[in-house]
């Protein structure tokens, strides 16, 4: 393929040597790859915008293991994620997010419109964390993971009045068939606001309005869910935790 | 399988290849030009590496690697105690003190908050920058950390935890690079440089 032009969010930057700085991108046309953006550390480079969470339009060389950026047009920079730790920290959780969702080469065109979405909720969206639980339920189902909350995943009977959410079960269980561990108690309320966000766009997410007790139900079913699916806890999760622990609304 | 070398010169190109960057091949050449070399060179070599392994530790003030404790610049007295700048590596300090413009002294953080990477807060030197200034006698805390994702997160983690402190958290500017172009910035570049503007 050679050269090519894609947009891309850049998920993750690593150091390089003494100049460089190794990428993970999120691009349209590609899905995830792994860029290589020579001398972007030196003053006055001319690779601009090549930082987390930043939108940019890119042009990159294939590479046999790596590609390299050649020119980058940042076009949206979120510049709130980089001035309020908390959607800050948010943003992390979403780059690892889909960073572990995705494999590489295997280009989504509605997952990377959910990350550039799910970026703008976190940058504007009155709300970060609601917004972290809508974009666990999305990015998992476009990686093909949706977890079933329409009925009990185990026996396809009514989740009934006592409903529970076991990862591991594939969803929301019924009382009759929730199992001894792992399984996190859902109010029906909750139950209806996991539905509500796994059908919302984007823009309608923030509608929703939360008790605490249900914020920190639907936390634990969806990182449950994800950590299930990603096979281990996401790291920025610890940060976000701890800088939402003395905040009002529930934990993530 | 078995080294093509004598035993001697295995090994040496084995230890080389441990030091970052260094692969089969540059261990290779490294290990023959050092065998070029007087024996005395490599004998020198070889006790720096010692000297400086066994004489380096950190500094209990300000957690810069030093040799002697507290660090030259922690007991220079013609420096300004009342200022701290707050840097991420012993290489960002030395960076600093490059500039001749700093008169003040430091905080090294050693490392920066990632959370992706699972740094958080308590893997750095925080604890020991807050009894600093909680010990009294600060004025300003300057943050100097990288201007990336990291620096950042970690200069916001500090202006939150120092807000009950009664002392003054300022950040370096951010903004276009001397010889930068500005048709190349990106827009959170240039909006900082449009912000941190000087009359001239």
Known sequence: MGLYRTEAVVLRARE???????????????????????????????????????????Q????????????????RGFRPLREDLGRLAAASYLAELVEGLTAERDPSPALFQTLVAGMALLAQGPDPLLALRFLELRLSALAGFQPVLDRCARCGGEAGPRPAFAPAEGGVVCAGCRPVSGAVSLAPGTLASLRFLAAAQPGRVEVLRLTAGANA????????WVSYHLERRPRSLDFLEALYLDAPRGLC | MSSPYALPIARLIDELCKLPGVGPKTGQRLA???????????????????????????CSVCQNLTDTDPCAICRDSARDGSVICVVEEPRDLAAMERTGEYRGR????????????????????????????????????ILATNTDVEGETTAMYLARVLKPFQVSVTRIARGLPVGGDLDYADQVTLARALEGRREV
């Open chain 2, 32 to 58: 023959f030009h050092l065998l070029h070399r007087r024996p005395e060179d490599a004998r020198s070599l070889a006790q720096a590496i010692l000297d400086a392994t066994e004489q380096i530790g950190t």
């Open chain 1, 217 to 224: 139900e639907m936390a634990r079913a969806l990182v449950g």
């Open chain 2, 106 to 141: 430091y905080h090294v953080l050693q490392g920066a908050i990632s959370p992706m990477d699972g740094v958080g807060p308590e893997e750095l030197r925080i604890r020991e920058l807050l009894s600093r200034v909680q010990g009294g006698g600060v004025r300003e805390v």
């Open chain 1, 60 to 75: 990159l060389f294939q590479g046999r293991e790596l590609d390299r950026v050649i020119q980058s047009q940042p076009r």
């Open chain 1, 16 to 58: 390089l040597g003494e100049t460089d700085r190794l990428l993970v991108l999120y691009t349209r046309s590609e899905g995830k790859v792994r860029a290589v953006a020579k001398g972007v550390r030196r003053p006055g480079s001319r690779l601009a915008g090549l930082e987390p969470f930043t939108l940019s339009e890119l």
